[in-house]
Structures are given as C-alpha cells and as structure tokens.
C-alpha cells in the first residue's frame, strides 16, 4: 500500500483543514487507518485512527471533539476534518495504513506510512 497525504498549510487558530490521503491497491478498503503527528522537538503523537468500515473511530483526547476521521473506500481516501485549530496542533501529519481491520492507537502496529503534510496554526 502506498499513501499520500495533502491539504496541510498555514491557518489561523480557530481555522479549519482537511487533509486527506489517497492509498494504492486493491485492498485499501480492508485496511485500518490511522493520523499521527509530529511537531518539532516532539514525540511522534497518534490523533485518530478509523476502522476498515468506517464505524469504529479513535480520538486522542487531545483532539476529541475538534478532529473528524472519515474513509471513502469507492475513492481510497481517509479525511482528517479539522476543526477549531489550536496552535499546538502544529506538526507534520502522516497517515498510515494497517492490514489490521482493527484501529490503533500504537504507531507500530502500522507497517504503512506516507510522506506527512505539514500544518502550522497561528496565533
């Protein structure tokens, strides 16, 4: 499976983005996703992940409430909606991909990874 992510830029806290992220191959529906983070200095961080239907979502509490993870299978993309942008969102956001129909919060469990797209919120 091969992953791309886009839609990062610089927006102004409060700000809205969505990112997405377009998967290679046939068996992208059968795969779970995830949207981890990495800002400067800083840990690599999970933010969500989506099971392969659709119906089973992960947040972390940190962007619980602002964040939205949704799949598209007819189209092979996952969607990151985010909302009400903070700051300390700020990072790279990479997307991954798991055989595992199960969402992870663990980025080792995701043997899949595309290049991220960089997000900057500004005060």
């Known amino acids: 499976v091969q992953l791309q992510a886009s839609g990062g830029g610089l927006v102004q806290a409060g700000g809205s983005l969505r990112l997405s992220c377009a998967a290679s191959?046939?068996?992208?529906?059968?795969?779970?996703m995830g949207w981890f983070r990495q800002a400067p200095g800083k840990e690599r961080e999970f933010v969500t992940a989506?099971?392969?239907?659709?119906?089973?979502?992960l947040y972390a509490n940190s962007v619980k409430g602002r964040f939205t993870i949704s799949r598209d299978n007819a189209k092979n993309t996952v969607y990151l909606q985010m909302n009400s942008l903070k700051p300390d969102d700020t990072a790279v956001y990479s997307c991954?991909?798991?055989?595992?129909?199960?969402?992870?919060?663990?980025?080792?469990?995701?043997?899949?990874w595309g290049e991220g797209t960089q997000v900057t919120v500004s005060s």
């Open positions: 991954a991909a798991s055989a595992n129909s199960t969402p992870w919060s663990i980025s080792s469990k995701y043997p899949y």
């Open positions: 989506i099971d392969w239907s659709g119906t089973s979502t």
């Open positions: 191959g046939r068996t992208f529906s059968s795969y779970s």
